[in-house]
């Protein structure tokens, strides 16, 4: 008897499971049914997210980030949960927009990272006035499929939509009181998701979000969505700030400098000083391809005969932003690092600057800058002025025929040509100058290669037949790739490098000058394209398979290295002396200024960067992201890992410390110029009364 009751026990409560279920899965069906547009809308908008970060960070800590995923969800359920208190036939119009809205923020990131490995701030909207003239270079160098595919969630909701007004689905009617629910309960339900998320931040977390620069680490933890809206709290930031946050950023500015050493002194000091000094912004040169050949013939001839006769600087780091160019002019000249939000050379124009253009004015130079672009690109006319260049050169300045355009506007060649008979007039009318060259063939997109001259990047070998004849074979390598047409706008740009030479020399002007020559910034260039370069298969003229026993890893770390750029000073008469010699420690584009400062008797007591002379091997290069390198090391501060490049481990409190002083660092130059903290001491007093 008891196991009959037993068994109509175990019976009643599987019938009581079944119709649970039943009733769950019919409330699960009536719930996706009742609500198809807030359902499509959260799951293309936590896709579009997920699949960037799949994009611009491959790593399966960026992909499959629980952080990231709930904050993208949070976001969206919340966004969608504001769409009940419409009516249902007004509701797919509020979804389209919002849906749209995503989307766009997913697309804009994916171009920018491709170009700038960063992700886009509202504060760039101001140079979108630029977009027109480097607008081929957007379209051939930026935009790819992958950036495409996120249209998918509006065009599944279009689809969708046209679906439900055949089934008459915006004709049902729903109450006030119903909306209201729904959306409330959506509400508590983001509301939810949102404070698991919060839960699993911790404080270092907290304060990246809040400082901003380590954009990469802030997608990955908190989602594109809150970094986006986080980004539009941070451009905003810095007018308020600049009212009211003052007096604690001129209090760090004071106590971070406080402790600097004095001047020193070495055996470089004042040794260049009465000397003439023209610098050349070389435009997306990159280091490495100076040691690299081609069917014997070298991708930079003139350059690598410079660095063996002058002071070469081989382990010398860009420093850019997003103001790329700009950013660099700012960091060679001022010894500061880019702004945290924006540009300085477009959202600072009008700050006090510490330069060297304007510290040799006070010695009595002639200063001025050259470039044959348009004046305002980049805002140059206004900031060559705050830099202390007395005369600058642009577009408007030189003779520019269909002819002579490489690119973005006149070539090299030509413009070196143009520019000497300027500087012959400058140098007939001043004791000593200083000026500024800027280079332009050599920016991407590098498809002008009818107009490069001949120079190949493939592989010729001559083999020898069975039959004892040989013959010339040709493997494609590098030829129609994008570093490889790279390699030959550097070739053209190299050939005008040697070009000026020549024709300073021919003029007379190499006499009592020093040539100073850096690059920019890298080609940014994608880190398959170099894959492709470390590993190909002549033989299948394809990429080796990475089982194969002579494939070569190329990771993030190489690529990273990789970007150094050269930094060159060259004279004449230098080859055979002292100052003859390459200088292996690692330095960054604002040790250029204390550097050259030393060598031709001024200093900035408010340089960032040091004299490498004085610092040696004990110098740390900080990036914009946070990222910095060492002699020993080169830390990721995305992934809070280093790379050893003595193999050797590094202590923890090394890391600490190198950390600690990078956030300082980019702490207090970014206050230095939001708040204009190197203006004359007596308007500085003038502010604090």
Known sequence: MRRIKNGFKKLKNEITKAIKRIKTEHLIAKYMKDNVLFIVFVITGVINASLLRAFCMPTLESIFSIQAFLADAAVVIIIGSFGYFLKPKHRFLYYMFFNIFLTAICMINSVYYTYYTSFASISMLSLTQYVGEVGDAVTENVIQLKDLIYIIGPVVMFVINRKLKK????????????????????LITGACVAGVFLLTLTPTDISRLLKQWNKEYIVQCFGIYVYQGNDVISTIQPTINSMFGYDKAHKNFIEYFEGKENVQTNEYTNIFEGKNVLVIHAESMQ????????????????LNKLAREGM???????????????DAELTFNTSLMPTKSGTAFVSYPDRTYISTPSLLKEKGYYTFSMHANNGDFWNRRVMHNSLGYKKFYSKADYKITDENIIGLGLNDHEFFTQSVEKLKKIDSKHDNWYGLMIMLSNHTPFSDTDKYGEFDVDIKETITNPDGTTEEVTYPYLEGTKLG??????????????????????????????????GDHDARISKKEYNYQNNYDKEEDSLLDKDDENYVEYDSYQYELGRKVPFIIWTKDMKGTKLNKEITNVMGMYDAMPTLGN?????????????IFNIKDKNIVVFPNGNWVTNKVYYNSQKGEYLSLVNEAVSEEEIKNNNDYATKLLDVSNDIIVFDLLKPKEELESIEE
């Open 485 to 518: 047409n790279y390699y030959k706008s550097y070739h053209y740009a190299d050939s005008a490098l040697g070009h000026l030479i020549d024709e300073l020399d021919n003029a007379g002007l190499l006499e009592d000058t020093v040539l100073v020559i850096y």
């Open 287 to 302: 280091t490495n391809p100076m040691y690299l050949t081609f069917n014997g013939q070298e991708v930079t001839p003139n």
């Open 312 to 326: 070469f600087f081989s382990n010398y780091y860009s420093q850019v932003s997003v103001g790329t160019s700009s």
């Open 599 to 611: 060598m031709l008797g001024f200093y900035n007591e408010y340089a960032l960067g040091h004299d």
């Open 167 to 186: 089934q008459n689905y915006y004709k049902r009617i729903e109450v006030r009181s119903e909306r209201k629910k729904k959306a409330f309960t959506t």
